[in-house]
Every structure is written in C-alpha cells, then in structure tokens.
C-alpha cells in the first residue's frame, strides 16, 4: 500500500495549486481520504477529507470556501485543490488513508497509510 503526494510548490498569495494523492496497492474510493498539513513548529492538522460510501467532505474552519477535496476513482488519485491562498497556508501537505476506523478525519491515529507528504509554500 502506498501513497503519494504531488503537485506542491512555491505560489505567491491569491494563488491556486492542486495537490494530488496517488494511490496503489488498495482502491482508495474504498477508504476515507484526509489530507493534513504540518506548518513548521506546529502540530499537524487536519484539512479536508472525503469519505469513501457517499463522497461526504469535510473542511477544516480556515479552508473552507477555498479548498475542494475530490476523487478520480479511474485514477486512484484523490486531489486537494487549494485557491486564494494565504501565507498562513504554507505548510507540508500530507493525505492519509483510513481503512478501518472511520475516524480518521478528527484522529490522526486513526489513519492507517501516510504519503510522505509535499512541500506547499505561500510568499510573495
């Protein structure tokens, strides 16, 4: 089972970015999806996640309205489109699968699988 980020990179504030979460070895539309971030000195956080039955996402209070979370089940890939963003988005971004317990998207233990994340920085 593996998982891997992509699509990071530096983008000046107001920008978008699309990150993705390449799945293999296991159908991730069978799982919850949940994209993290870990901001330098801080713990990490969760961002937004999908849920594998009916697609149900979930956002975190500051992405909202800004970031979309989605599924390409022909792809095995989940995305995390990110716009207007703000330094304050600046951060590694990991996705995480939870295969078991459901609760993955409010218990970072939950979370079975990591990618090893990718590098999303915001600055002018």
């Known amino acids: 089972v593996q998982l891997v980020e992509s699509g990071g990179g530096l983008v000046q504030p107001g920008g978008s970015l699309r990150l993705s979460c390449a799945a293999s070895?296991?159908?991730?539309?069978?799982?919850?999806i949940n994209w993290f971030r870990q901001a330098p000195g801080k713990e990490r956080e969760v961002v937004a996640c999908?849920?594998?039955?009916?697609?149900?996402?979930h956002y975190t209070d500051s992405v909202k309205g800004r970031f979309a979370i989605s599924r390409d089940n022909a792809k095995n890939t989940v995305y995390l489109q990110m716009s207007s963003l703000r330094p304050g988005d600046t951060a590694v971004y990991y996705c995480?699968?939870?295969?078991?317990?459901?609760?993955?998207?409010?218990?970072?233990?939950?979370?079975?699988?990591w990618g090893q994340g990718t590098q999303v920085t915001v600055s002018s």
């Open positions: 995480a699968a939870d295969t078991y317990s459901g609760y993955g998207c409010y218990d970072i233990t939950a979370n079975d699988y």
């Open positions: 070895g296991f159908t991730s539309e069978d799982y919850a």
């Open positions: 999908i849920k594998p039955s009916d697609g149900t996402t």
